[in-house]
Structure formats: C-alpha cells, structure tokens
C-alpha cells in the first residue's frame, strides 16, 4: 500500500524559505517520477516540480529559479526547498507519484498523479 506523508508546512513572511519533505513508503516505481502540487483554496490543483527518476527536473514557471525539488533514494524522502516565498504561494501543498518518468517530462508539470499525500499547508504573508 503506498503511503505519502508530507510535512514542513508553516506559515511564513513573503521573501521566508521552507523545506517540505515527504516520506514515500510502499512505493517503488524506479521508472517513475515524484511530484509536487499544490492547490490554493478556490482554485484548481497546480503541479509544482517534478523529478523523473532520470534526474532532470522540472517546474511550474511560477516557480522555477524560486523552488528546487529533490530525493534522498537511501531513505526514499522527497524533498521541496521553497525560497523568496510570495503570497501567491500559499496552498496545501502534496507529494504524488504514480506517473512514469516519461509523462512527467512531456510537458509543463501536471496536477494529474493518481497517488498523493494528505498534504502540508503553506501560508505566506505580505
């Protein structure tokens, strides 16, 4: 059974940093990439960053220069380092996976993973 929990969430100035973490349990996917996504109240599901188990990285363009995403294969924990935070960031922030790295790499990230956490939330103020 695959288990995603999320944690690092916290409520921050705009310009703060936060580092999200996710631990992955019951989940192999070798070929597979790992995601964010985020979703703001009223507003639809937004993927953040992607890492294919190729390497290369993706991101949002909202994002990018802003976020990095990265894993730590020996304890399969996802992380998102978050910096120069602004309000607009503010949502629940999830780990998803369930996507082959090849999907992930098609195209901008995407909110479309079959598998996510119960998430973290993110509040930056002005």
């Known amino acids: 059974q695959i288990h995603l929990v999320e944690s690092g969430g916290g409520a921050v100035q705009a310009g703060g940093s936060l580092r999200l973490s996710c631990v992955a349990t019951?989940?192999?996917?070798?070929?597979?990439?790992m995601a964010w996504i985020r979703q703001a109240p009223e507003k639809e599901p937004e993927g953040v960053a992607v890492?294919?188990?190729?390497?290369?990285?993706s991101y949002a363009a909202s994002v990018k220069g802003r976020f990095t995403i990265s894993k730590d294969n020996a304890k399969n924990i996802l992380y998102l380092q978050m910096s120069s935070l602004k309000p607009e960031d503010t949502a629940m922030y999830y780990c998803?996976?369930?996507?082959?790295?090849?999907?992930?790499?098609?195209?901008?990230?995407?909110?479309?993973?079959?598998?996510r956490g119960q998430g973290t939330q993110v509040t930056v103020s002005p």
């Open positions: 890492l294919p188990s190729t390497g290369n990285t």
């Open positions: 998803a996976v369930g996507r082959p790295s090849w999907w992930c790499l098609a195209g901008p990230p995407s909110s479309d993973f079959p598998y």
């Open positions: 019951g989940y192999r996917g070798e070929n597979d990439c």
